[in-house]
């Protein structure tokens, strides 16, 4: 049996019995009840298994949404699901009551470049990461990226060796507030700026140190 079998027949999802605008505020409330219990973003399956078959999920998160206006905190896409977070312009404030936020994910100009390329051309290796700095990216630099949680080895590289590539995680979208890939800044233009091209990459041939580095900023 499913766990949406199951979940059918444990809980009554479809509401029949109820009136409509009931049974809509009843969906609505199960729907927060979830994302507000979990740690983490809540995806669009997790969710489906509490409401019934005639559920817009997406007009239950509007119509969440535009209750919340005006409150401290919100729901927001990230990850591929959805989490409530504080709003932004109440940081500070956290802060000077709690402390939370003083902690910050350790990462030195050379980590955040070494992310950055791992998440505009991910899958990729640790070699063409190297081409593309011309100069070696070191373990350290890949571990400390994955001891963070940012990112995981990928597929293995139809190359010879077939050296690990690497690519980003949930976490890496949760902690940047991405809601997917697609959500990074626009490629195509920093592409027309000549900051980013993975065809010169491979070639070798993209002077990318000189725009992306100071000169005594080692990727080590």
């Known amino acids: 049996m499913t766990r949406r079998q199951r979940t059918k027949r444990d809980l009554d999802v479809e509401l029949a019995d109820l009136p409509p605008d009931l049974r809509w505020r009843e969906w609505m409330g199960r729907v927060e009840a979830v994302i507000f219990a979990s740690p983490e973003p809540v995806g669009r399956e997790v969710l489906a298994r509490v409401v019934g078959r005639e559920c817009n999920l997406d007009l239950i998160i509007d119509d969440i949404r535009s209750e919340l206006r005006g409150r401290a905190y919100e729901l927001v896409a990230v990850a591929g699901g959805w989490q409530f977070r504080t709003r932004t312009g109440f940081a500070t ?7 939370l936020g003083d902690e910050t994910q350790a990462l030195s100009q050379s980590d955040a470049l070494v992310l950055m390329c791992i998440a505009y051309f991910q899958p990729i290796t640790r070699g063409e990461l190297s081409v593309f700095f011309g100069k070696d990216v070191s373990r350290d630099v890949i571990g400390h990226l994955r001891s963070l949680g940012f990112i995981a080895a990928g597929p293995r590289s139809p190359t010879p060796g077939a050296p690990y590539t ?17 959500d990074l800044p626009d490629m195509e233009a920093l592409e027309d700026a000549g900051l980013l091209s993975k065809e010169k990459l491979m070639a070798g041939d993209i002077p990318v140190a000189g725009r992306f580095m100071r000169d005594d900023d080692e990727i080590d």
């Open 166 to 182: 690497y690519v980003t995680t949930p976490s890496f979208l949760s902690h940047f507030g991405f809601d997917t890939l697609r």
């Open 93 to 99: 404030a956290i802060r000077a009551a709690t402390g």
